[in-house]
């Protein structure tokens, strides 16, 4: 089955604004990792936010888990991670964990032994007391990942959760979130900027445009799964690189065609 | 794993010490106060000061003693007074704000008027309160402090409520929490240390608005009645008296709005070192 549907999905802002995206259909299949790649102002952050019923398209249909996105929003069908990590300064990891535990209304014990589950999958050790301002960017990320997961959802959007992370780090959460994403089974849309974190996470790239924004080419990444250290070393894996750069290349020259034909 | 923190949270069981250090960060504040107080003393001898112009610390100190009891019931009666007004004006810019917030319509249509509520001269309007509410009521006096205390409060909590970051905002949509929810889980929590420094400003103000209020009429054993009828008679070490007792209470009550509010946002950085 399908987790999300896409259908001739537009985005304007304002009356006669900018077009953000416009005529995306996609369909993503569950256990996917895909990642939305493009130049800033593609809309691929828009994009992930009307799977997420965040921002309402202004065309087109969105389906999540076989609903309508407003539906799956409702019903929590989602986790999402920002860039930034957005953890509330006044609750500890534990407390930031917990939160939209605490807003389904499960019972304290089933939060924490829960959020203990959380720490443990994302290896944040006996960090449960500490406060945000106390953790390192990787950490943070660690804990905003917990909480996307915490109840479960079945789809995990992602709008950059590592862009501002040193590379060392970046990596190291790549693997992790790999190990993750296979152990709780989720389907994960993984906005990013980074072609080689695209090609080593994700089974499917989508590269998108800008201006307006849409998808100009889908790559399949069939590098074998699990992937770990070694997969960023092999040839295959360049060549992916290469294919992904490539497309969005061509995308930007079909920019600049376009502009030019219009200008 | 990444880097461990910087900072460890304060361990238990150190009061002691950190009482220590709190009396280390003191002592250039109590060196300043000796020199001013030696200085002042001495600048009689020195400049030739009128006494009735500005009595020796020395005369105040003994007029406060002697006079303490009657003081101290003065300065407690106006510190009710001041309390009195500081809890309403402060509930209700809260309140406000909570309404501001959660409506931007009443946002609009209000804030034109509180701003000019907020530029009404308060020692103009003491008079009039007093005769609203009676020379010798309290109500006066707590209606003063309670307008100085609002609008502090109302547009500090206002900044705070709507200073919240859209990611928070998006994060909290995306669980499907619902207005309230929001309120009591970003919101509110944002805005505290905003409403916490309005509300150090505002206890304060409480104070110096019930004295104000008192100057233009109050019961006979109030602060603001007591220093004024001092002067009257010429009893400045008197009136120094009075206002050393108006200071202190006041500076009692900013201290403990601060001691509340370490004790409320314990999770700030600020305040748990």
Known sequence: MSVVVLEGISKQFGRGGTTAVQGIDLEIDEREFVSLIGPSGCGKSTLLRIIGDLIEPSSGKAVVNGKTARQARVQRDYGIVFQDAV???????????????????????????????????????????????????????????????????????????????????????????????????????????????????????????????RITDVIPIELPQPRTAVTREQPRFFELVTRVREALHLGAELDRAAAEATG | ???????????????????????????????????????????????AIKQFLLPKPSAIGSTFWDNRSELLHAGWLTFQEAVGGFAI???????????????????????????????????????????????????????IAAVLCFFPVMVNTLRGLTSVKP???????????????????????????????????????????????????????????????QYQVFAYEDAWAGILVACAFGIAFYLAIGLLERLVLRWQPSTSE
């Open chain 2, 89 to 143: 004006g402060s509930g209700l810019g809260i309140l406000v704000a909570l309404a501001l917030a959660r409506w931007r319509f009443v946002g609009r249509a209000m804030m034109p008027y509180a701003i000019a509520a907020n530029a009404v001269p308060i020692i103009a309007f003491a008079p009039i309160a007093n005769a609203w509410f009676g020379d010798f009521s309290k109500a006066s006096k707590i209606a």
């Open chain 1, 87 to 213: 953890l509330y300064d006044w609750r500890n990891v534990t407390k930031n964990i917990a939160l939209p535990l605490e807003l389904a209304g499960w019972s304290r014990k089933r939060r924490q032994d829960r959020v203990r589950e959380m720490m443990e999958l994302v290896e944040l050790g006996d960090f449960g007391s500490h406060y945000p301002w106390q953790l390192s960017g990787g950490m943070q990320q660690r804990v905003s990942i917990a909480r996307a997961l915490s109840f479960d959802p079945p789809l995990l959007l992602m709008d950059e959760p590592f862009g501002a992370l040193d590379e060392m780090t970046r990596e190291r959460l790549n693997l992790e979130l790999l190990r993750i994403w296979e152990q709780s089974g989720s389907t994960i849309v993984f906005v990013t900027h980074s072609i080689a974190e695209a090609v080593f996470l994700s089974t499917r790239v989508v590269v998108m445009s800008s201006r307006p924004g």
């Open chain 2, 167 to 229: 990611q928070s905002l998006e994060l909290m949509r995306s669980y499907a929490a619902g207005e309230v929810e929001i309120f009591r889980r970003v919101r509110i929590p944002t805005a505290l240390p905003f409403m916490f420094t309005a509300l150090k400003v505002a206890s304060v103000l409480a104070m110096i608005g019930a004295i104000v209020a008192e100057y233009f009429g109050g019961s006979f054993s109030d602060l603001g009645t007591l220093i004024r009828s």
């Open chain 2, 1 to 47: 794993m990444s880097t461990p923190v910087a900072v460890q949270p304060l361990p238990r069981g150190r009061v002691a010490r950190l009482v220590g250090r709190r009396l280390r960060d003191w002592i250039p504040a109590l060196v300043v106060l000796v020199v001013v107080l030696v200085g002042w003393q001495e600048a009689y001898r020195v400049l």
